[in-house]
């Protein structure tokens, strides 16, 4: 298999899940819009934790921690605009 290349970026991590970044076909405009929900999400193993963390950063908190017995998340804005979840399980 060759190795991917711009504008593909392929984040290596940790265990069985990966993360690919493609910004799509080369020479063409790309229209970027905002979305209103989460398009992906970070995990975390300690949810106010991770909320503590991001409110240091100063990111835009874009709900609080919501729990239900097997699952935790919350959002952010990124400095564009998308909203990220932050979530746990």
């Known amino acids: 298999m060759s190795e991917v290349k711009n504008p593909v970026y392929n984040l290596k991590i940790d265990g069985e899940t990966g993360l690919t970044l493609d910004a799509g076909p080369e020479g063409k405009e790309k229209q970027i819009a905002v979305s209103l929900h989460p398009i992906f999400n970070f995990h975390t193993e300690d949810i106010k934790e991770a909320y503590e963390f991001v409110k240091g950063l100063h990111y835009t ?29």
């Open 61 to 89: 908190i874009d709900s609080p921690i919501t729990s239900f017995e097997d699952f935790s998340f919350f959002t952010i804005k990124d400095p564009d605009g998308h909203v990220v979840m932050i979530c746990t399980g």
